[in-house]
């Protein structure tokens, strides 16, 4: 006498509310709407008294959307200086950052939290983000 067994294996498929729940869980890291990158270069000159100082500024922006209500924006510049007139100055190079992170609490209102530094050269630079000029 022989006994056989068998047992139909029927693949697991997931519902669409748990396709939704798996969803929400996936790295939103790699999800290249959230992140954008710009760079942009800016050359001044001025003069004042006779002397003319020339500017070059490198810049890196970048921008990550954490959430609907959180997002990330950094800034890094390279910056060049050079005194065309004095004879005692030489090109000096510097950098300077920034770091901004933003949270919506409302439609109306939001907390902003920003750490600049842009004292690493001999160029003054307003004590203001790039990130709020409108």
Not at 17 to 25: A, G, Y
Request: charged letters at 15%; hydrophobic letters at 35%; aromatic letters at 12%.
């Amino acid at each position: 006498m022989a006994l056989v067994d068998g047992q139909v294996m029927i693949p697991y498929e997931k519902n669409e509310s748990e396709k939704m729940q798996i969803n929400q869980f996936e790295q939103p890291i790699l999800k290249p709407n959230r992140f954008s990158m710009t760079h942009g270069f800016n050359l001044s000159t001025s003069m004042n008294n006779k002397m003319s100082e020339t500017t070059g500024i490198f810049s890196n922006f970048i921008h990550y959307k954490l959430s609907e209500k959180m997002q990330i924006k950094t800034a890094f510049h390279l910056i060049q200086n050079q005194n065309n007139l004095s004879f005692t100055s030489k090109p000096s190079m510097g950098y300077g950052y920034e770091l901004n992170i933003d949270y919506k609490l409302s439609q109306n209102s939001f907390i902003s939290l920003q750490i600049l530094k842009h004292g690493n050269s001999t160029h003054s630079f307003p004590l203001q983000s790039i990130f709020n000029v409108p």
